[in-house]
């Protein structure tokens, strides 16, 4: 389907976000120090682990004294960003309002002086629970600093924006990319500016029989050696605002290195994290291509793809703690 929107459409969105800024607050926590929790809406809920999703093999590590300055992430912007995502509704991969949430996020990179391209990705037919699913198209966003060398080594950090068809998606995974564009904001900001590469995915979520995962599989098979080469590695930012400790999954060997040097980072910046191993998340398209690649997040929570997964479910200090631990793998 065609992705283009209107001026007007987009401006809506964009004041929409800025508005909610304006009226939210929120504190950075300091590293290591008990705080009360900041929800973005009035409660933080309680309810038990979901059954749908796998609990992650625990293999805690607690926070170290940190030996690295770690950014303060801008919270009340990441709330703005996760009500601006739901607000726009569910955000099925080939829907307008994918559409719609594809063009904010776009406009949001430019205005962090990032050069975005966009890939256009095929999507089969398929189903989710009663919902039959069209073919069509969604779309990628793959964005980088002007200053990034063709040659020069990168990390690429990924979050998927797409929900499945009954869900707003906060956690899953408006909080995501609530993250990333933080990263990319610090990223911008910074004086010796990171070597890396943002990509906001389309198509992530499962249409059965036909598999999921789609945009990344889709920007994976175009990188060659050479371009493989150029990657230290790649990590997913997905559902990362729920609990206190984030889970830091790989899902093949190859990864286990890296996963290992995330772990150490998370160490060193005073973030809670669990070891573990999972296929449910982008990452893996990029170990399909022998790229080591973790997911940073995916805690069950009850209010997983359904109608439930709204900005009250979430933690902001856990989505902070996901940039700071992020950062410290980019530099």
């Not at 198209?137 to 979050?159: C, E, F, K, M, Y």
């Not at 805690?299 to 996901?322: G, K, M, N």
Request: charged share 20%; hydrophobic share 40%; proline share 9%.
């Amino acid at each position: 389907m065609s992705l283009r929107r209107s001026t007007s459409a987009l401006a809506a969105t964009l004041a929409l976000a800025i508005g909610t800024s304006c009226a939210d607050s929120a504190t950075q926590p300091s590293p290591g120090r008990p705080t009360t929790p900041t929800p973005i809406d009035e409660t933080v809920s309680s309810a038990p682990p979901s059954p749908r999703t796998p609990m992650p093999s625990p293999v805690t590590r607690r926070p170290t004294p940190s030996a690295l300055t770690p950014p303060t992430a801008d919270l009340v912007a990441m709330a703005a960003t996760i009500k601006a995502l739901t607000r726009i509704g569910p955000r099925e991969a080939t829907s307008t309002a994918y559409a719609t949430a594809a063009d904010y996020t776009e406009a949001r990179l430019r205005a962090l002086g990032y050069q975005v391209r966009r890939q256009s990705v095929p999507v089969p037919a398929g189903t989710w629970q009663s919902f039959r699913l069209r073919a069509g198209t969604t779309t990628n966003l793959v964005a980088a600093l002007p200053t990034l060398s063709s040659t020069q080594p990168r990390l690429l950090v990924g979050a998927h924006l797409d929900t499945v068809p009954d869900s707003p998606g906060a956690n899953d995974n408006a909080s995501g990319v609530a993250a990333l564009l933080e990263l990319a904001r610090l990223a911008a900001a910074s004086r010796s500016q990171p070597a890396i590469v943002f990509i906001v995915f389309g198509g992530e979520e499962p249409r059965r029989p036909r598999g999921s995962h789609f945009g990344s599989k889709a920007y994976a098979a175009t990188l060659d050696d050479t371009a493989r080469r150029t990657y230290r590695g790649m990590i997913s930012l997905d559902a990362v605002g729920t609990g206190s400790i984030l889970p830091v999954c790989r899902g093949r060997r190859l990864s286990d290195r890296f996963s290992a040097a995330v772990v150490r980072r998370a160490k060193e910046v005073a973030v809670s994290v669990t070891e573990c191993t999972s296929r449910a998340s982008d990452h893996l398209s990029f170990e399909d291509v022998d790229l080591p690649a973790v997911v940073i997040g995916g805690r069950p929570y009850s209010q997983y793809h359904t109608i439930r997964d709204r900005p009250s479910v979430l933690r902001l200090e856990t989505i902070a703690a996901a940039v700071r631990l992020t950062w410290a793998v980019m530099r």
